[in-house]
């Protein structure tokens, strides 16, 4: 690497060489560098269009820093720099000890980027990326900033402010609210055992561009993506969350999606047991999202039964892990991952145990018969699953309930009725009962997670030894706040707690 000018000193020069040299050993052999320089005295909206703009028009970004003797600085070189390299977009930033032109002649970036208020402006870079054959681009940045701030919210914190519990069920069912946060202290050390489909959930959020002028096509711009763990995987970490000794046992492909998502479940202290079976690549759904609504749902799956073989190392892990265990939930999203012969095989094993069961079969957009599951304590179907499994479409509610009850000759039942709340349908005082709960949360950012973390809760509290009545309420809160955010996210008894702690936000039923 040569330098030579006149602008600067030897030793200069020196670290100069240095700097360029280390940041080259840093992005490796192959790889597009993009360089933007500037003062940063405070990194507004702008500044962050133009990085985003050149970090995707080359595999590396860096960003040189002005010295403090550079015109408009207020504040100086370190903290300066402190705030740039916070940026994750970033890729290295380095302080400049020089005109941006010197460290450019030395380093030759592939592209150098200023924004769009330089163009047809003298440019002390100019000459420099034309002595090495790169490029000098323009760009404001595209306006989506404001609309990634939102979407952190949205993924962020549930918003308990929308929350709003019902008054009158308590009092039907003679418990108070705030006794409830007895009933979520003894979730921690249950050991729990999830059974079930593991599911990728990825959210695509995107800026809408507008109609398509050659076809009637929404034409939109992806602006940001998150990736989640579904599917049993999250009912599982839900449980894990909530404070119980988890252990997960599930098929997947050995694929990217099936190794992140064994890595986000050991980040949340779930034991999973994965069967790799080559014929059934981890299950991806992605959701391409605009201004807070799912325009377009895709997934990625197969839907085959899984092999004897591979269902009797799923029966195998189960049984080495169900020792000891409170709860065994059934997860099942109907792609083949529970055949009927492993459902009865563990289910047996379960009775004989005499360990609290629960099912929940979803059939969003399959088939599913939740009624399979039989002998449980708790099976938690939407309406449309308790009328499939039952074969049911005119009887009212209540008997939708009981008779699937008797049909699948589970103890309680509760169905999930999305806006409407849900029904519960279980024994007290020596009859079956059943009672409504409405839906606590109003203003849903995204329902996709609620009967999950409903299922998860409800089970939770009534193999702590909670009643179906109580546990209901329970698994309404959990629901309450589960879909207070975007996306698929552990819940935190924390979370439920400070829900408990805000006692004017009722709602008559």
């Given at each position: ?46 500044h962050l269009r133009i990085l985003k703009f050149a970090a995707e028009s ?19 070189a370190k903290m300066r720099l402190e705030a740039i390299r916070a940026l ?422």
């Amino acid at each position: 690497m040569n330098f030579q000018s006149a602008k600067v000193d030897e030793s200069v020069a020196a670290r100069l060489i240095e700097t360029a040299a280390e940041t080259k050993r840093l992005v490796g052999p192959g790889k597009k560098i993009s360089f933007v320089s500037g003062n940063f005295n405070v990194v507004h909206p702008g500044h962050l269009r133009i990085l985003k703009f050149a970090a995707e028009s080359a595999d590396f970004l860096v960003v040189g820093v002005n010295p403090d003797t550079a015109h408009g600085i207020t504040v100086e070189a370190k903290m300066r720099l402190e705030a740039i390299r916070a940026l994750s977009i970033v890729d290295h930033a380095v302080a400049l000890e020089c005109e941006a032109d010197e460290f450019i002649r030395t380093l030759q970036p592939d592209f150098v980027v200023k924004g769009n208020e330089h163009e047809g402006r003298p440019n002390i870079e100019a000459a420099a990326v034309e002595s090495y054959g790169g490029q000098l681009l323009f760009c404001s940045g595209e306006m989506q900033f404001s609309s990634i701030s939102l979407l952190k919210r949205d993924y962020g914190e549930p918003n308990l402010s929308v929350i709003r519990k019902a008054r009158n069920y308590p009092q039907r069912h003679g418990f108070e609210v705030d006794s409830l946060k007895a009933d979520l202290a003894a979730f921690a050390g249950l050991k729990v055992v999830v059974v079930g489909d593991l599911i990728v959930d990825r959210y695509v959020d995107c800026d809408p561009l507008g109609m398509s002028q050659e076809d009637p096509t929404i034409v939109v711009t992806p602006i940001a993506s998150k990736t989640f763990v579904g599917g049993a995987g999250i009912v599982a970490a839900h449980a894990r969350s909530l404070g119980a000794d988890v252990s997960f046992v599930t098929v997947g492909g050995g694929d990217p999606e099936g190794a992140d998502a064994l890595k986000r479940l050991d980040d949340y202290g779930v034991h999973t047991l994965m069967m790799e079976d080559e014929t059934r690549p981890t299950t991806l759904k992605q959701r391409f999202r605009a201004h807070g609504k799912t325009l377009l749902r895709v997934n990625q799956l197969r839907q085959h039964a899984i092999s004897k073989p591979i269902a009797d190392q799923m029966t195998d892990a189960v049984m080495g892990c169900i020792d000891g265990a409170d709860l065994l939930l059934f997860s099942d999203f109907n792609y083949g991952c529970l055949p009927q012969s492993l459902v009865d095989r563990i289910t047996a094993e379960g009775i004989q145990r005499k360990i609290m069961m629960g099912a929940d079969s979803q059939a969003s957009s399959q088939l599913s018969d939740i009624s399979r599951f039989r002998g449980m304590d708790l099976v938690v179907p939407t309406e449309r699953e308790a009328r499939l499994a039952t074969q049911d479409s005119d009887s009212g509610l209540a008997v939708l309930a009981n008779n699937l009850r008797c049909k699948s000759n589970a103890k309680n039942v509760l169905i999930t009725l999305g806006a409407e709340g849900m029904l519960v349908h279980g024994e007290k005082e020596g009859e079956f009962q059943t009672d409504r709960l409405p839906a606590f949360n109003a203003s849903p950012k995204d329902v996709a997670g609620g009967g999950d973390s409903v299922f998860t809760a409800v089970a939770l509290s009534m193999a702590a030894g909670t009643d179906v009545w109580r546990s209901a309420y329970i698994g309404a809160l959990a629901a309450g706040c589960q879909v207070s955010t975007v996306g698929n996210q552990p819940l935190k008894l924390q979370t439920l707690y400070e829900e408990i702690d805000l006692p004017d936000h009722f709602d008559a039923e």
